[in-house]
């Protein structure tokens, strides 16, 4: 219907034709034109539309109307734009003479009626523009500001924080436009309060208005750059632009000073001064109209405060001088000073208006004015007095900011100022005012201002100081950057102290506070007498305190002797005491003899002479001490005492006192907890000193060892190795005179056997703590041929020394052991192959092989990948190195691998359990480093592997870790090749070995473990071998014992499946004799889906064998119910299964994806095969079966509804489904 009557209407021409568009609602009418046709389109959009205010009213659009030109049509065959639009960018001329900048949601309306009164009081011939009315895309004001002769910024709230006001300023500044403000006088009391919305930080601001800020654009970088362009360029402290006031009342003025104004800056006209006469005069007006109305009152102080801040305040103020405008402020603040807002309006008006160049004479007007004086006076007495808690808010800090501004004013005022006041009798009342404001609002000014002044008055600064203290409390003061109250309060606590320093007669004080602080506590006034006094307490002082020193100073002389003397003594009673030395014994007597002469003090000397005593006992009777030492020695360290006389006693006439030294300096050090490098190097200098004798070899060898042995255990191995390594170089000397100990007593083993014996103990055991220390230790043990000569030492002991000295054989394999777990790579293989060949050399020698297994078993559990090395052959022999002796009659004979050596030892000693424990271990480790490096391993040794551990669990029933040691090799082997493993036990009646180890042994866990894996994979691959009723005693005997081992309970339920699936005859005995162990596994582990899988299945073997069987022992195990629960808990688990499976899929392979499907179609099977039996057997079976079953349907419903993945669910709803129709 619309469209139709704007058709008729466009008929009779586009005259008839007037537009309202609703501001409020519809801001953008470009919108509203894209509804019309397209063909009644170009004939409305060059219409200008005429504004509606809905606070005006329809009347009011069509007064503004009459006279103007807002209606003209533009003639067009298209779709155009407004006029302003068409423009384009002219060079020189100007298109518009003002451009209005507004805030929509505070000023739309007022934006529009601003124009319109333009229109009307300016006339046609003053242009102006009104983006949302004229331009269709605000994106593109700018253009139009720079084609503009001035800017008008209509100030409502908020303006200042918009981004396309910001925009606009910025260009209006760029283009040299002329920047005005207009203020609303209503809704914009304080312009300065505008201002300080984006003053503050960046960041703050985008914190308070960033959301709509960066909605239409704008950064954080642009608030920055708008705030440098804006405080630096648009509003100064020297320059600002030019504010106007407006009001609906004053609307023609304001319009009529705004055109003056910008044609006076353009014409440069000489009305300058008669237009803000005028402006002033229509400012007063304002104010007479309702001097009784406090709002109106406040917004007329504030536009005056406004205008006289402005770009022409300095005019403006001049204007309210010329027209007598300061009586109506006086008698504004006199009528309405009770009100804060007013008062603080009226305050901030004559706190402007004075800092401009007319402020002395419009003060002066003001004085004059009659009640203005009493009238400021109350109104400053009332806001100045410190605020309560209620009071103290943002607002009334301004206030009294305010009343400090104008009574600075009034303080700094012309004489004709200062004469008013007088004459008022006001003077002092203002002064007063003043300083206490001040005090309290810039304490800091009235701090500076008090030390500058000559004589320093002291109450009034404490007067500040306490009001900056105060500030500081209530968080309105920063730090002081001058230093101005630490000086101040330094200068009252000076005077203070000083007070206090002559009220004592205290001259020593007197003096270090006058000589601290005398220049400024003499500028103070009131204290020329206190000072007078402290100068004389001082001057007494100084007299009294010469007299004394010369008195002293012949004593102090002696005492510092005496001191020096003493400290002396002290210094080497501790040197003695810690570090004994003969030489010392001099120094100490004649410091001893000093320390009489010079009357030192007895405790001392009596010290000195008991530790002297002590040294020359020791010295002159070095066996008594070296018999009781702890008894001999109570000031002198015992230690410290042998070490002294090792190092005099260090010649070959002294060997049995040294030796003597050395086993004292060894038991001493057995309980400490540290030791000193000074002990290591005596010991490795008096084995350089005897390196024939071995009996002073094996002592040095054996403190040596436990030295390194108590450090390294009581701190660590960096501190033993620091006892014996250079400090540059990081050689370990020690290891030479060691491995030439090792070599002397095996030169001389066949003639000195009883002598050498010990030393090569010795020494072995000297080496394996050097080996300890680390990498470089071995790489220096090495270089002196280390492991050649601890070969060399077994290989010299001979078959019976090997046997009768089992110590020195067990040492030495320590000392290979230490050499492959701490060496570098090749020299850990070397030491390796040392010690299989010690096991292959001396395999008739059963402690020879035993230690080196044990040896080898040990750095094999460390590192298990060391194991897989076993599988090649060696790649040389021991006689291939230097200066060694050959093997005893082993050169002709091809080396085998580590296992064929291992395996030959096992062979050889299978009566010793212990030997049998290390080798299967070790063969062990070594097929599971095959089977992890993918490596082949000889079938001979698998067979020889398998039937040496069978022989093993057969001979050594009873002895425990053989057997553990048996039945994981075992297990080993059929992990690497199940049919030959299998294969091998069959032929060696192996199964009844298996058997009876998991009888006698049900309590270790890793024996059952292993045999169970290996019984179920036999019984897959032999099951005649395995259907024996003992078997399946064994496994369930073995599943009750570790029922809380997981690996125990799976490979029992995989052994028991295994035997059910070969026949029914044997599923019946394993449901007779194993169902209750079924069910004890799924109850212990119900979240593994392993052994929940292997338990089912065979539960649903057992029940699909007859009816019979299954009612039977689906009454006695209550099957029905347990099973049911363990579906539930199945569910749980295959539900977390399959969101881990959705994020990790593949991560799992195809068997663990379809293990939760498998045990839920396991149960499903096994409870249908019990219902099913129970039903074959005729009797009714509502109590256990089909109640239980009807109950339990929810949980099998539940199982239809996606528990598992949809390629997976097939055969798991089929069975369920089933088993609902049997229930």
């Given at each position: 219907?619309?469209?139709?009557?704007?058709?008729?209407?466009l008929?009779?021409?586009?005259?008839?034709?007037l537009?309202?568009?609703?501001?409020?609602s519809?801001?953008?009418?470009?919108?509203?034109?894209?509804?019309?046709?397209?063909?009644?389109?170009?004939?409305?959009?060059?219409?200008?539309?005429?504004?509606?205010?809905?606070?005006?009213g329809?009347?009011a659009?069509?007064?503004?109307?009459?006279?103007?030109?807002?209606?003209?049509?533009?003639?067009?065959?298209?779709?155009?734009?407004?006029?302003?639009?068409?423009?384009?960018?002219?060079?020189?001329a100007?298109?518009?003479?003002?451009?209005?900048?507004?805030?929509?949601?505070?000023?739309?309306?007022?934006?529009?009626?601003?124009?319109?009164?333009?229109?009307q009081?300016?006339?046609?011939?003053f242009?102006?523009?009104?983006?949302?009315?004229?331009?269709?895309?605000?994106?593109?004001?700018?253009?139009f500001?720079?084609?503009?002769?001035?800017?008008?910024?209509?100030?409502t709230?908020?303006?200042?924080?918009?981004y396309?006001?910001?925009?606009?300023?910025?260009?209006?500044?760029?283009?040299?436009?002329?920047?005005?403000?207009?203020?609303?006088?209503r809704?914009?009391?304080?312009?300065?309060?505008?201002?300080?919305?984006?003053?503050g930080d960046?960041?703050?601001?985008?914190?308070?208005?960033?959301?709509?800020?960066?909605?239409?654009?704008?950064?954080?970088?642009?608030?920055?750059?708008?705030?440098?362009?804006f405080?630096?360029?648009?509003?100064?402290?020297?320059?600002?632009?030019?504010?106007?006031?407006y009001?609906?009342?004053?609307?023609?003025?304001?319009?009529?000073?705004?055109?003056?104004?910008?044609?006076?800056?353009?014409?440069?006209?000489?009305?300058?001064?008669?237009?803000?006469?005028?402006?002033a005069?229509?400012?007063?007006?304002?104010?007479?109209?309702?001097?009784?109305?406090?709002?109106?009152?406040?917004?007329?102080?504030?536009?005056?405060?406004?205008?006289?801040?402005?770009?022409?305040?300095?005019?403006?103020?001049?204007?309210?001088?010329?027209?007598?405008?300061?009586?109506?402020?006086?008698?504004?603040?006199?009528?309405?000073?009770?009100?804060?807002?007013?008062?603080?309006?009226?305050?901030?008006?004559?706190?402007?208006?004075?800092?401009?160049?007319?402020?002395?004479?419009?003060l002066?007007?003001?004085?004059?004015?009659?009640?203005?004086?009493p009238?400021?006076?109350?109104?400053?007495?009332?806001?100045?007095?410190?605020?309560?808690?209620?009071?103290?808010?943002?607002?009334?800090?301004?206030?009294?900011?305010?009343?400090?501004?104008?009574?600075?004013?009034?303080?700094?005022?012309?004489?004709?100022?200062?004469?008013?006041?007088?004459?008022?009798?006001?003077?002092p009342?203002?002064?007063?005012?003043?300083?206490?404001?001040?005090?309290e609002?810039e304490?800091?000014?009235?701090?500076?201002e008090?030390?500058?002044?000559?004589?320093?008055?002291?109450?009034?600064?404490?007067?500040?100081?306490?009001?900056?203290?105060?500030?500081?409390?209530?968080?309105?003061?920063?730090?002081?950057?001058?230093?101005?109250?630490?000086?101040?309060?330094?200068?009252?606590?000076a005077?203070?102290?000083?007070?206090?320093?002559?009220?004592?007669?205290?001259?020593q004080?007197?003096?270090?506070?006058?000589?601290?602080?005398?220049e400024?506590?003499?500028?103070?006034?009131?204290l020329?007498d206190?000072?007078?006094?402290a100068?004389?307490?001082?001057f007494?002082?100084?007299?009294?305190?010469?007299?004394?020193?010369?008195?002293?100073?012949?004593?102090?002389?002696?005492?510092?002797l005496?001191?020096?003397?003493?400290?002396?003594?002290?210094?080497?009673?501790?040197?003695?005491?810690?570090?004994?030395?003969?030489?010392?014994?001099?120094?100490?007597e004649?410091?001893i003899?000093a320390a009489?002469?010079?009357?030192?003090?007895?405790g001392?000397?009596?010290?000195?002479?008991?530790?002297?005593?002590?040294?020359?006992?020791?010295?002159?009777?070095?066996?008594?001490?070296?018999?009781?030492?702890?008894?001999?020695?109570?000031?002198?360290e015992?230690?410290?005492?042998?070490?002294?006389?090792?190092?005099?006693?260090?010649?070959?006439?002294?060997?049995?006192?040294?030796?003597?030294?050395?086993?004292?300096?060894?038991e001493?050090?057995?309980?400490?907890?540290?030791?000193?490098?000074s002990?290591?190097e005596?010991?490795?200098?008096?084995?350089?000193?005897?390196?024939?004798?071995?009996?002073v070899?094996?002592?040095?060898?054996?403190c040596?060892c436990?030295?390194?042995?108590?450090?390294?255990?009581?701190?660590?191995?960096?501190?033993?190795?620091?006892?014996?390594?250079?400090?540059?170089?990081?050689?370990?000397?020690a290891?030479?005179h060691?491995?030439?100990?090792?070599?002397?007593?095996t030169?001389?083993?066949?003639?000195?056997?009883?002598?050498?014996?010990?030393c090569?103990?010795?020494a072995?055991r000297?080496?394996?703590?050097?080996?300890?220390?680390?990498?470089?230790?071995?790489?220096?043990?090495?270089?002196?041929?280390?492991?050649?000569?601890?070969?060399?030492?077994?290989?010299?002991?001979?078959?019976?020394?090997?046997?009768?000295?089992e110590?020195?054989?067990?040492?030495?394999?320590s000392?290979?052991?230490?050499?492959?777990?701490?060496?570098?790579?090749?020299?850990?293989?070397?030491?390796?192959?040392?010690l299989?060949?010690?096991c292959?050399?001396?395999?008739?020698e059963?402690?020879?092989?035993?230690?080196?297994?044990q040896?080898?078993?040990t750095?094999?559990?460390?590192?298990?990948?060391?194991?897989?090395?076993?599988?090649?052959?060696?790649?040389?022999?021991?006689?291939?190195?230097?200066?060694?002796?050959?093997?005893?009659?082993?050169?002709?004979?091809?080396?085998?691998?580590?296992?064929?050596?291992v395996?030959?030892?096992?062979?050889?000693?299978?009566?010793?359990?212990?030997?049998?424990?290390?080798a299967?271990?070790i063969?062990?480790?070594?097929?599971?480093g095959?089977?992890?490096?993918?490596g082949?391993?000889?079938?001979?040794?698998?067979?020889?592997?398998?039937?040496?551990?069978?022989?093993?669990?057969?001979?050594?029933?009873?002895?425990?870790?053989?057997?553990?040691?048996?039945?994981?090799?075992?297990?080993?082997?059929?992990d690497?090749?199940?049919?030959?493993?299998c294969?091998?036990?069959?032929?060696?009646?192996?199964?009844k070995?298996?058997?009876?180890?998991?009888r006698?042994?049900?309590e270790?866990?890793?024996?059952?473990q292993?045999?169970?894996?290996v019984?179920s994979?036999?019984?897959?691959l032999?099951?005649?071998?395995?259907?024996?009723?003992?078997s399946?005693?064994a496994?369930?005997?073995?599943?009750?014992?570790?029922?809380?081992?997981?690996?125990t309970?799976?490979?029992?339920?995989a052994?028991l499946?295994?035997?059910?699936?070969r026949?029914?005859?044997?599923?019946?005995?394993?449901?007779?004799?194993?169902?209750?162990?079924?069910?004890?596994?799924?109850?212990?582990?119900p979240?593994?889906?392993?052994?929940?899988?292997?338990?089912?299945?065979?539960?649903?073997?057992?029940?699909s064998?007859?009816?019979?069987l299954?009612?039977?022992?689906?009454?006695?195990?209550?099957?029905?119910?347990?099973?049911?629960?363990?579906?539930?808990?199945?569910?749980?688990?295959?539900?977390?299964?399959?969101?881990?499976?959705?994020r990790?899929?593949?991560?799992?392979?195809?068997?663990?994806?379809e293990k939760?499907t498998?045990?839920?179609l396991?149960?499903?099977?096994?409870?249908r095969a019990?219902?099913?039996?129970?039903a074959?057997?005729?009797?009714?079976?509502?109590?256990l079966?089909?109640?239980?079953?009807?109950?339990?349907?929810?949980?099998l419903?539940?199982?239809?509804?996606?528990?598992?993945?949809?390629?997976?669910?097939?055969?798991?709803e089929?069975?369920?489904?089933?088993?609902?129709?049997?229930?």
């Amino acid at each position: 219907e619309v469209v139709q009557q704007v058709l008729r209407a466009l008929r009779c021409g586009p005259l008839n034709i007037l537009l309202l568009q609703d501001i409020c609602s519809v801001p953008d009418i470009w919108h509203e034109f894209e509804k019309l046709p397209a063909e009644v389109r170009p004939a409305v959009a060059p219409i200008i539309a005429l504004p509606y205010l809905k606070s005006y009213g329809f009347s009011a659009c069509l007064a503004r109307m009459a006279g103007s030109d807002l209606l003209r049509p533009v003639n067009s065959d298209k779709v155009c734009k407004p006029i302003t639009v068409q423009y384009g960018r002219a060079p020189t001329a100007k298109l518009f003479d003002l451009f209005f900048c507004h805030f929509q949601r505070t000023g739309l309306d007022w934006a529009f009626v601003m124009r319109l009164s333009f229109q009307q009081h300016a006339g046609p011939s003053f242009r102006t523009l009104l983006d949302v009315q004229s331009i269709q895309n605000l994106g593109e004001s700018g253009r139009f500001v720079e084609q503009s002769h001035g800017l008008a910024v209509l100030v409502t709230p908020g303006i200042f924080t918009r981004y396309f006001c910001q925009r606009e300023l910025m260009l209006a500044r760029k283009s040299g436009v002329q920047v005005i403000f207009i203020q609303h006088m209503r809704s914009c009391v304080n312009i300065e309060e505008e201002v300080k919305r984006i003053s503050g930080d960046p960041s703050e601001f985008m914190a308070l208005y960033g959301y709509e800020y960066s909605r239409s654009g704008g950064t954080e970088a642009d608030v920055q750059k708008f705030q440098h362009i804006f405080f630096q360029e648009i509003w100064t402290p020297r320059f600002r632009p030019a504010v106007f006031a407006y009001v609906h009342e004053l609307e023609a003025a304001c319009v009529k000073e705004v055109v003056a104004y910008l044609r006076h800056r353009r014409r440069r006209g000489a009305r300058g001064a008669e237009q803000l006469d005028e402006a002033a005069r229509a400012m007063m007006d304002f104010l007479r109209m309702s001097p009784e109305d406090e709002q109106e009152v406040r917004a007329g102080m504030g536009a005056v405060a406004n205008m006289a801040a402005g770009g022409a305040g300095e005019e403006f103020c001049a204007a309210l001088v010329n027209t007598k405008a300061m009586p109506t402020i006086a008698s504004a603040l006199e009528r309405h000073s009770a009100d804060s807002k007013v008062a603080h309006q009226s305050l901030r008006a004559l706190r402007t208006i004075s800092c401009t160049h007319a402020g002395s004479a419009a003060l002066h007007q003001f004085a004059t004015s009659e009640g203005a004086l009493p009238a400021l006076c109350h109104t400053l007495q009332k806001y100045s007095a410190e605020a309560s808690s209620e009071e103290e808010d943002s607002d009334y800090m301004e206030v009294r900011q305010e009343c400090l501004e104008v009574l600075r004013a009034f303080h700094h005022g012309s004489p004709a100022l200062q004469l008013a006041l007088h004459q008022a009798k006001l003077a002092p009342e203002f002064e007063t005012l003043f300083r206490r404001l001040r005090s309290e609002l810039e304490p800091l000014d009235e701090i500076r201002e008090t030390l500058d002044l000559a004589p320093v008055r002291l109450p009034e600064l404490e007067i500040a100081l306490e009001g900056w203290h105060k500030a500081c409390a209530a968080g309105r003061q920063e730090a002081d950057p001058q230093q101005l109250v630490e000086r101040a309060s330094s200068l009252l606590a000076a005077v203070r102290e000083l007070q206090e320093a002559v009220a004592a007669e205290d001259g020593q004080r007197a003096e270090a506070l006058l000589q601290k602080t005398s220049e400024e506590v003499a500028r103070c006034a009131g204290l020329q007498d206190l000072l007078q006094e402290a100068k004389k307490q001082a001057f007494k002082f100084r007299e009294q305190r010469r007299l004394l020193e010369e008195q002293c100073l012949l004593r102090e002389e002696h005492d510092q002797l005496q001191r020096d003397t003493e400290a002396l003594l002290l210094e080497l009673c501790e040197a003695m005491s810690t570090a004994t030395s003969f030489d010392m014994v001099g120094d100490l007597e004649n410091a001893i003899v000093a320390a009489h002469q010079t009357g030192c003090t007895i405790g001392s000397l009596e010290l000195a002479e008991k530790i002297l005593k002590e040294v020359r006992t020791a010295f002159g009777s070095p066996l008594v001490f070296l018999g009781k030492p702890l008894k001999t020695c109570k000031h002198v360290e015992p230690r410290a005492m042998a070490r002294a006389l090792l190092q005099v006693h260090r010649v070959p006439s002294d060997r049995s006192l040294a030796i003597s030294c050395l086993h004292c300096l060894m038991e001493l050090t057995k309980d400490e907890t540290t030791c000193q490098r000074s002990e290591a190097e005596q010991v490795v200098l008096t084995m350089n000193a005897f390196q024939d004798d071995l009996d002073v070899q094996a002592a040095a060898c054996n403190c040596l060892c436990q030295l390194l042995h108590v450090t390294r255990f009581s701190s660590d191995v960096v501190s033993a190795r620091a006892l014996v390594e250079h400090p540059s170089t990081g050689h370990i000397k020690a290891a030479e005179h060691v491995l030439a100990a090792l070599s002397l007593a095996t030169h001389w083993y066949a003639t000195r056997m009883s002598e050498s014996v010990p030393c090569l103990i010795a020494a072995l055991r000297c080496l394996l703590e050097i080996a300890k220390l680390g990498e470089g230790a071995i790489a220096d043990i090495m270089s002196g041929n280390g492991r050649s000569r601890t070969w060399r030492v077994v290989k010299t002991l001979g078959e019976e020394g090997r046997t009768d000295h089992e110590e020195v054989v067990d040492t030495a394999v320590s000392v290979l052991e230490e050499m492959v777990r701490q060496g570098r790579s090749d020299s850990s293989a070397l030491s390796q192959e040392s010690l299989l060949n010690l096991c292959s050399f001396y395999g008739q020698e059963i402690s020879v092989c035993t230690s080196a297994l044990q040896a080898l078993c040990t750095l094999f559990r460390e590192r298990p990948l060391r194991a897989s090395v076993l599988l090649a052959p060696p790649e040389g022999h021991e006689d291939m190195e230097p200066r060694s002796p050959k093997s005893p009659g082993q050169m002709s004979r091809t080396p085998s691998c580590g296992l064929a050596i291992v395996l030959r030892a096992a062979r050889v000693h299978s009566h010793s359990p212990n030997l049998q424990q290390h080798a299967f271990r070790i063969v062990e480790m070594s097929l599971h480093g095959a089977m992890c490096k993918r490596g082949e391993v000889d079938e001979e040794y698998i067979h020889d592997a398998v039937c040496f551990a069978i022989l093993a669990l057969t001979m050594h029933l009873s002895h425990v870790p053989a057997c553990v040691s048996a039945s994981s090799c075992l297990a080993a082997a059929v992990d690497l090749s199940a049919q030959l493993a299998c294969n091998e036990i069959v032929k060696e009646d192996g199964v009844k070995a298996i058997v009876g180890a998991m009888r006698h042994h049900p309590e270790a866990q890793e024996l059952l473990q292993c045999n169970l894996k290996v019984l179920s994979i036999i019984t897959q691959l032999f099951p005649n071998q395995t259907l024996g009723e003992s078997s399946i005693y064994a496994i369930v005997t073995a599943m009750k014992t570790g029922l809380a081992d997981c690996l125990t309970q799976l490979f029992g339920c995989a052994a028991l499946r295994s035997l059910a699936q070969r026949s029914s005859e044997v599923a019946e005995e394993v449901g007779q004799h194993a169902l209750e162990s079924l069910f004890s596994a799924m109850e212990a582990f119900p979240a593994n889906l392993a052994v929940q899988s292997e338990a089912l299945h065979t539960i649903w073997l057992v029940a699909s064998v007859s009816p019979e069987l299954a009612r039977a022992l689906g009454e006695r195990s209550k099957a029905v119910p347990r099973i049911l629960e363990a579906l539930r808990e199945l569910q749980k688990v295959a539900a977390a299964f399959l969101s881990d499976r959705s994020r990790h899929l593949s991560l799992h392979s195809q068997t663990e994806r379809e293990k939760p499907t498998n045990c839920l179609l396991m149960a499903c099977r096994a409870l249908r095969a019990f219902c099913e039996g129970r039903a074959a057997c005729g009797a009714s079976y509502d109590m256990l079966f089909h109640r239980g079953l009807c109950k339990a349907s929810p949980i099998l419903a539940r199982l239809l509804g996606g528990t598992v993945p949809a390629a997976e669910a097939h055969a798991l709803e089929i069975e369920v489904l089933k088993l609902l129709d049997c229930a």
